[in-house]
């Protein structure tokens, strides 16, 4: 069974802090499959990066993806307060699946 | 600009079934992929399936097999989910989503709907 597990569960950082959150896959996965997705409470899921490293439309460029193989990291550069949120990879080379998500507080 | 309008929230009975709606407006509907995706409270997100109007033939995950129908009609633009054998544990936000095909990120989601399941 195909799993995607995200650490840390939490990262409580301050505002101008780096966030490197990590997705890893339980089996290699092009990256071109790779996204990750914002969630803040209340609000639907919003899309931030999709082929691992492509920011979506609007996205500020604080915001990073890399990876490739089994591990995708999404990098926050210089936290904001509005980065306040549930952060989820999500792999869609075959049926979509979701990680469990990191909470990042700050 | 890009909107999905989802049908308003629902308490139904266990055994029942509910059927949520989703316009889409903006852009071609039939062009593109739509699928829904739910969240139980507290809870990850988790994909049910999605459908392309113009191709009608929709694609279902494997734990909604059986219980899960999703339809589009092209003429309003609007992408259902219906999903049927109702119990306690499917109480959660149902979300639909867009993606340029089936196997893509999706770039615009719905508002969600609160469906309640509870005797």
């Known amino acids: 069974e195909f799993v995607l597990t995200q650490s840390p569960g939490t990262l409580s950082l301050s505002a101008g802090e780096r966030a490197t959150l990590s997705c890893r896959a339980s089996?290699?996965?092009?990256?071109?499959?790779i996204a990750w997705y914002q969630q803040k409470p209340g609000q639907a899921p919003r899309l931030l990066m999709s082929?691992?490293?492509t920011r979506a439309t609007g996205i500020p460029d604080r915001f990073s993806g890399s990876g490739s193989g089994t591990h995708f990291t999404l990098t926050i550069s210089s936290l904001e307060p509005e980065d306040s949120a549930v952060y989820y990879c999500?792999?869609?080379?075959?049926?979509?699946?979701f990680g469990q998500g990191t909470r990042v507080e700050i | 600009q890009v909107q999905l309008v989802q049908s308003g929230a629902e308490l139904k009975k266990p055994g029942s079934s509910v059927k949520v709606s989703c316009k889409a407006s903006?852009?071609?509907?039939?062009?593109?992929?739509f699928s829904w995706v739910r969240q139980a409270p507290g809870r990850g997100l988790e994909w049910m399936g999605g459908?392309?109007?113009?191709?009608?033939?929709?694609n279902y995950a494997q734990t909604f097999q059986g219980r899960v129908t999703i339809t589009a009609d092209v003429s309003s633009g609007t992408a259902y989910m219906e999903l049927s054998g109702l119990r306690s544990e499917d109480t959660a936000v149902y979300y639909c989503?867009?993606?340029?095909?089936?196997?893509?990120?999706?770039?615009?989601w719905g508002q969600g709907t609160l469906v309640t399941v509870s005797s």
């Open positions: 989503a867009r993606s340029i095909t089936l196997l893509r990120a999706f770039d615009f």
């Open positions: 903006g852009d071609s509907f039939s062009s593109f992929a």
């Open positions: 459908i392309i109007p113009i191709v009608r033939a929709p």
């Open positions: 089996e290699s996965i092009g990256s071109i499959y």
């Open positions: 082929g691992a490293s």
């Open positions: 999500q792999q869609y080379a075959n049926s979509p699946l």
